[in-house]
C-alpha cells in the first residue's frame, strides 16, 4: 500500500516563501502524475499544481501560476511544491495525491492521498 506523506508546512508572513515535500513510500507506485490540492477552511478541495512522474510536465492552478512550482525526484519518490510570494489567501491545509487519471485538476484521478500539511500566511 503506497502512502504519501507531507511536510514543510507552517506559519509565514505575506510575501514569504515554503517549500511543501511529499514522500511516497510502500509499496509499487505506478502513478502517472503528482499533484497538490489544497483545503481552505469551510471551503471545498481545489487544484494547485500537478506534474507528470516521468515527462517532468506541470500543470497549475491559474492562482499558482507564476508563485508556486511543482517538482519531483523520482528516485527519492518525492514530490515538492515550492511557494513564492505567499498570500494570506494561501492559507489551508495542503493535500499531495498521486494517480494515473488523465484530467490533473480532479480529485478523482487520484487514488492516493497524504494526510495534509497546515500552510497559513499572516497578514
Known amino acids: 500500500q503506497v502512502q504519501l506523506v507531507e511536510s514543510g508546512g507552517g506559519l509565514v508572513q505575506a510575501g514569504g516563501s515554503l517549500t511543501l515535500t511529499c514522500a511516497a513510500s510502500?509499496?509499487?507506485?505506478?502513478?502517472?502524475?503528482m499533484a497538490w490540492f489544497r483545503q481552505a477552511p469551510g471551503k471545498e478541495r481545489d487544484f494547485v499544481a500537478a506534474?507528470?512522474?516521468?515527462?517532468?510536465?506541470?500543470w497549475y492552478a491559474e492562482s499558482a501560476k507564476g508563485r508556486f512550482t511543482i517538482a519531483r525526484n523520482n528516485a527519492k519518490r518525492t514530490g515538492y511544491l515550492h511557494m513564492y510570494s505567499l498570500k494570506p489567501e494561501d492559507t489551508a491545509v495542503y493535500y499531495c495525491?498521486?494517480?494515473?487519471?488523465?484530467?490533473?485538476?480532479?480529485?478523482?484521478?487520484?487514488?492516493?492521498w497524504g494526510q495534509g500539511t497546515q500552510v497559513t500566511v499572516s497578514s
Open positions: 506534474i507528470n512522474w516521468i515527462a517532468d510536465s506541470p
Open positions: 495525491a498521486a494517480g494515473s487519471g488523465d484530467r490533473v485538476a480532479l480529485q478523482a484521478s487520484y487514488n492516493y
Open positions: 510502500g509499496g509499487s507506485f505506478g502513478s502517472t502524475y
